[in-house]
């Protein structure tokens, strides 16, 4: 039976909730001011597209439970570090170092953890790059250090993970229609790196 935490225990996590979402915000307009500075010096958007996402309060629960972390506030903030989460995407495969590069180097933003799935990407041929950092988020107390996941991927990449997602979790899809599309996906992913290589080379002489 899923356990549920304490009502004072959730009115903590609520709280936190806030807190994070500040956090997510904090990171996602120091994204959108690097990206229009970057249009103004070089004429070139590194960013295509962001999306922001927080993990819902049952989906956090879940996790903690399973990872067998206390259903507390203290503790959930402790041990999850993804709770607010911010999807880049990039125009080519340089612009997504370069995005990476330009916010971690902010004074103000560090480094926590760093996945690099492009140079090593996962089996199902999932690739991007997968950052956490932590940014003080100003309150009335004085600043808290938040954690926000970032993922960060081309545009190719992402019509890739897209498909693969609905592929692999949507529950009417056939068991059959998985490994068949599994292997074939797989295939276009390695294709897919190369046509991003490409189009990367073709860029860089153009600009």
């Known amino acids: 039976m899923e356990k ?82 911010i999807r880049v995407i990039t125009n080519y495969l340089d612009d997504i170092y370069k995005v990476e590069k330009l916010l971690t180097n902010q004074t103000d933003v560090t480094l926590l953890e760093r996945k690099d799935y492009i140079k090593q990407p996962k089996e199902s041929g999932d690739s991007s790059l997968h950052i956490i950092v932590k940014v003080p988020v100003f309150q009335s107390k004085g600043p808290i250090d938040v954690p926000v996941e970032i993922q960060i991927r081309t545009v190719g990449m992402d019509m890739w993970a897209s498909l693969e997602h609905k592929l692999r979790y949507k529950t009417n899809v056939d068991s059959k229609l998985v490994d068949k599309y599994g292997d074939q996906l797989k295939g276009y992913a390695d294709e897919l790196e190369q046509i991003e290589k490409g189009m990367q080379e073709i860029h860089k002489d153009l600009i």
């Open 4 to 85: 549920r935490p304490e009502i004072d225990e959730l009115s903590k996590m609520i709280k936190i909730f806030q807190l994070y979402q500040a956090g997510q915000k904090e990171i996602s307009t120091k994204l959108e001011n690097l990206d229009s500075e970057f249009q103004v010096n070089y004429d070139y958007n590194p960013i295509h597209n962001m999306e922001s996402r927080m993990k819902d309060m049952q989906s956090l629960l879940q996790k903690a439970e399973r990872k067998g972390y206390a259903l507390t506030a203290e503790s959930i903030q402790k041990n999850i570090y993804d709770i607010a989460g």
